[in-house]
């Protein structure tokens, strides 16, 4: 069975810094997807960042970049330029294609962006 | 692109009532959609898998005479909690999974539903 991991339940992070929230992983399937997804005080779940376990290169979108370390098996994002309105949950999640996609999601990492 | 809506957003309603909560994909077909729970300051949990035009699977622990189950078209699933209770109260989120091949599909979530069972 799959298992998501986030070490830090919460953290701070000053404004117009970079912050790394960690994520670790454990699949025996070779192949795999790995989620980034922001969960601000509304609710909603905002989808940042996606990883394929084939991908060469580590995803970037805008601020967000992801450090996929494929032996380590750990997926971690960057914020860089952190915003006030940065400051959310975030989870890391994971799925399996012979699993029909389902996502499994790591225990979630709130952020505080201070001023 | 890449909406899902989700209707209720907000609804309280006494025990023994039945509440039926609406996802859709507003701008995209999606033959799957899931269906999560999540309590306060927990992580999500899946309920359940909707598939279009099948019957839904349940997660285990899930009880699916409890939480039924609709995906009758391409961009609808409804998940109806019958004769709710107060622990049933919860924040439910859905998500649907876009219809792009291989292991990029993404699942795009929905705003979510806070039932309050009183």
Same mark, same amino acid.
């Given at each position: 069975?799959?298992?998501?991991?986030?070490?830090?339940?919460?953290?701070?992070?000053?404004?117009?810094?970079?912050?790394?929230?960690?994520?670790?992983?454990?699949?025996?399937?070779?192949?795999?997807?790995?989620?980034?997804?922001? %969960?601000?005080?509304?609710?909603? $779940?905002? =989808?940042?960042?996606?990883?394929?376990?084939?991908?060469?290169?580590?995803? *970037?979108? +805008?601020?967000?970049?992801?450090?996929?370390?494929?032996?380590?098996?750990?997926?971690?994002?960057?914020?860089?330029?952190? %915003?006030?309105?940065?400051?959310? $949950?975030? =989870?890391?999640?994971?799925?399996?294609?012979?699993?029909?996609?389902?996502? *499994?999601? +790591?225990?979630?990492?709130?952020?505080?962006?201070?001023? | 692109?890449?909406?899902?809506?989700?209707?209720?957003?907000?609804?309280?309603?006494?025990?023994?009532?039945?509440?039926?909560?609406?996802?859709?994909?507003?701008?995209?077909?999606?033959?799957?959609?899931?269906?999560?729970?999540?309590?306060?300051?927990?992580?999500?949990?899946?309920?359940?898998?909707?598939?279009?035009?099948?019957?839904?699977?349940?997660?285990?622990?899930?009880?699916?005479?409890?939480?039924?189950?609709?995906?009758?078209?391409?961009?609808?699933?409804?998940?109806?909690?019958?004769?709710?209770?107060?622990?049933?109260?919860?924040?439910?989120?859905?998500?649907?999974?876009?219809?792009?091949?291989?292991?990029?599909?993404?699942?795009?979530?929905?705003?979510?539903?806070?039932?309050?069972?009183?």
């Amino acid at each position: 069975a799959q298992k998501i991991t986030q070490t830090q339940p919460g953290m701070f992070v000053q404004e117009k810094e970079a912050v790394t929230l960690d994520c670790t992983y454990d699949t025996s399937d070779p192949s795999y997807g790995l989620f980034w997804y922001k %969960q601000p005080s509304s609710g909603e $779940m905002i =989808f940042l960042i996606y990883q394929g376990s084939y991908d060469q290169q580590n995803a *970037t979108e +805008g601020r967000y970049s992801l450090n996929f370390q494929k032996a380590r098996k750990s997926a971690n994002l960057v914020i860089s330029a952190s %915003q006030l309105g940065d400051s959310a $949950m975030y =989870f890391c999640a994971m799925s399996l294609k012979a699993a029909g996609n389902k996502l *499994t999601f +790591g225990g979630g990492t709130r952020v505080l962006v201070k001023p | 692109g890449a909406v899902v809506s989700q209707h209720p957003s907000r609804v309280i309603c006494k025990s023994g009532t039945s509440v039926k909560i609406e996802c859709r994909s507003l701008d995209f077909q999606a033959t799957t959609m899931f269906w999560y729970r999540q309590f306060p300051k927990q992580s999500l949990m899946l309920m359940a898998t909707s598939n279009e035009g099948s019957k839904a699977t349940y997660e285990q622990g899930v009880e699916k005479d409890k939480f039924l189950i609709n995906h009758a078209s391409l961009t609808l699933s409804t998940l109806t909690v019958t004769s709710a209770h107060p622990e049933d109260s919860s924040f439910y989120i859905c998500s649907a999974l876009g219809l792009a091949g291989g292991l990029t599909d993404t699942q795009y979530f929905g705003p979510g539903t806070r039932l309050t069972v009183l």
